[in-house]
């Protein structure tokens, strides 16, 4: 990969910003080499010709089967719901998303 | 007998003995499980076992048995489980903190075959972090160790699975495999461990990794076991839109065969070459002696892509099908959560502190060659790059029925030796990967035992659904270098 060493950090901040994922500092600087190494490895692949490949040709595999698009009942879902970190009335609660100056309810 | 041998036999000569009652379920349950306590001190093979439900079931088959009731195939059979597939009422923790609490609200499918082939689940593996690793080292609940020396790592991903069957706990277990989390710790462990087909075996119920190589696949100590699990689990399923509906053949009929005549086996052109421990290349040869002495012929064939290419094809694709994949672990509905003022800190803290190092590397590879200005360079590249693979592989098997690789560049080495080093630890998997890429069976089995002691393992390839085929080959080779032998209990060879 291109650039300074500074340059790839910012790239990692960045995918890790795209991935949701928090990094401390310590990670970041780990991660920054090794990444730098993978990516060297994964750009070999560029050596090889790859013109006229059709990259997700399925000549080898099964057609996927069609299935009736039905309703089957299951009745466990409060078990779902006890494991949620925050349920309230049968749902999944998360912090506010709209902002606004609404009072809670 | 005394209680003690009875962690030596297979899965079907447990169940000839409650036919013909020599011992009862029970009596096989509890011995397993006052093991697994013992031994569990050390090896750490397992993240839950299942002491209770075991043994209430144990005395559930018990009974059945008493009244007469037909017996499954696996009947009363122990069996270990990897902590990615899951279990109902049973925690399923992945081997991460992010899952460390989740109990199953149902079962995968494999798991209701065995269970309906009368198996009891008595413990549920250690293993890699969300499967990603190649040691069991990367596991959220400390690393298990390889029960030959405990001084070195199992093998991953599902290194808990293949320690469990090497060390007695279980005749068999499964695993799952995506870039050799099933062959890699079987070859460590001595054991014989089976990635099948691409949608042979329903994955519904396993804990996604990476959607287009992920297989469920059996761990063994005899290759009669391999067939018996191997018929069970392989049972069609619609709720995995991969898995086929072709007719499964009868896996114990491609066993005990005498010859290989008109049989082809290949062999890697320049193997000798390649850089490889030399326990492993004169256990390469000598399993192709073998297969020759049995009549079959023996061709050379090439994989230079698959050698060379195969790792980064493999360390592009399978980490961007991994980042999409864990995109859904995001502490809303299920997991790890922290408590977090607004919603993208809740997924920006939850996903950090949930998940550990190795799975962190691979979804910031896996968002990074989706990015949109990189997708081309390294997405589409390698995915074409697949394609070469496949091509290669269809030409060698133009030539031979089933090809003999190595199984593993090494034997099993240290514990820690490359946990700082990604790119070395991702050669353990040199030879394993583009059997997935491809989509093909494929067996690792112990060939010989090294000067120090440890296994040594070799790799048979099968052509798509050619599991007949490899079991064939295996079979011969089973017949004179003897089947896998327990580690513990000081009965090592």
Redesign the interface.
């Known amino acids: 990969m291109s650039g300074t060493s500074d340059g790839l950090v910012e790239e990692i901040r960045r995918v890790a910003k795209l991935a949701m994922l928090e990094l401390n500092e310590d990670e970041m600087k780990h991660i920054g080499t090794q990444f730098k190494n993978i990516l060297d490895q994964l750009q070999k692949l560029s050596e090889l010709d790859t013109k006229d490949i059709n990259p997700f040709s399925l000549e080898d595999m099964e057609p996927m089967p069609w299935r009736k698009d039905e309703v089957v009942a299951w009745n466990r879902y409060s078990e779902v719901l006890s494991q949620a970190p925050v349920s309230e009335e049968g749902y999944f609660k998360v912090p506010r998303i709209v902002e606004g100056d609404h009072d809670e309810k | 007998m005394k209680n003690s041998e009875f962690l030596k036999l297979s899965a079907l000569e447990l169940v000839e003995g409650y036919k013909k009652g020599d011992f009862t379920v029970s009596d096989v349950i509890e011995t397993a499980l006052e093991h697994i306590e013992v031994n569990e001190r050390n090896l750490n093979a397992l993240i839950t076992p299942l002491y209770e439900e075991a043994r209430s079931r144990s005395w559930m088959l018990d009974a059945a048995l008493a009244r007469g009731e037909e017996l499954g195939s696996l009947f009363g059979v122990p069996v270990v489980v990897k902590d990615n597939i899951t279990v109902d009422g049973v925690r399923t923790t992945c081997g991460s903190r992010m899952l460390e ?3 199953s ?2 079962s995968a499918h494999v798991v209701e075959c065995l269970e309906r082939a009368g198996a009891v689940i008595i413990g549920k593996a250690n293993m890699d972090e969300f499967a990603m690793g190649s040691s069991t080292e990367f596991s959220a609940f400390g690393p298990a160790l390889n029960p030959w020396d405990l001084s070195r790592v199992p093998g991953g991903s599902s290194g808990g699975s293949a320690a469990s069957v090497a060390a007695g706990y279980a005749p068999i277990a499964l695993g799952s495999d995506t870039g050799g989390s099933i062959r890699q710790p079987a070859a460590f462990c001595g054991v014989y461990g089976l990635k099948p087909t691409y ?1 042979l075996v329903s994955r519904f119920g396993l804990i996604a990794f990476a959607s287009s190589l992920d297989q469920i696949g059996p761990f063994a100590r005899s290759l009669k076991d391999v067939a018996a699990i191997l018929q069970v689990i392989s049972e069609p399923d ?1 709720r995995d ?2 898995c ?3 007719e499964r053949p009868n896996y114990a009929e491609f066993l005990n065969v005498t010859s290989l005549e008109g049989f082809k086996v290949g062999y890697l052109a320049g193997y000798e070459s390649l850089e490889i421990d030399d326990e492993i290349k004169r256990a390469i040869s000598q399993t192709i002696e073998i297969c020759k002495e049995a009549g079959a012929e023996i061709v050379e064939v090439d994989l230079p ?1 698959s050698t ?2 195969g ?3 493999y ?2 694709i399978a980490p961007a099908e991994a ?1 999409s994949n864990l ?1 859904r672990f ?6 790890f ?1 922290v408590v ?10 939850s ?3 949930g ?1 550990g ?1 190795e799975v ?2 691979r ?7 989706l ?1 949109s200005s990189r997708y081309d ?2 997405y ?9 693979i ?1 091509r290669e592989f269809n030409a060698a098997f133009s030539k031979a029925d089933v090809l003999i690789t190595p199984a593993t560049p090494t034997l099993p080495f240290k514990r820690g030796e490359k946990l700082t ?3 070395k630890a ?1 050669m353990a998997d040199l030879f394993t990967i583009p059997v997935n890429l491809a ?1 093909l069976p494929a067996l690792s089995m112990r060939a010989s035992m090294s000067q120090s002691g440890l296994p040594v393992g070799v790799q048979l390839i099968g052509k ?1 659904f050619g599991e007949g085929d490899i079991l064939k080959a295996a079979s011969v080779i089973e017949q004179v270098v003897g089947p896998a032998a327990t580690a513990l209990g000081g009965d090592r060879k």
């Not at chain 2, 589409?380 to 070469?388: E, G, I, N, S, T």
């Open positions: 609490n989740w109990i609200p149902y949608g619609a839109a991969t086929t509906r072709k892509i060379r290419y790792l980064p094809c360390y592009t980042s995109a995001d502490g809303v509905q299920y997991g959560s977090a003022d607004d919603l993208k800190e809740l997924y920006l803290k996903r950090g502190s998940f190092p962190k590397r979804i910031l590879i896996g968002t990074f060659v990015g360079a390294y589409l590249q390698a995915q074409k790059v697949r394609q070469l496949i080093d990604p790119v991702y989509g798509k």
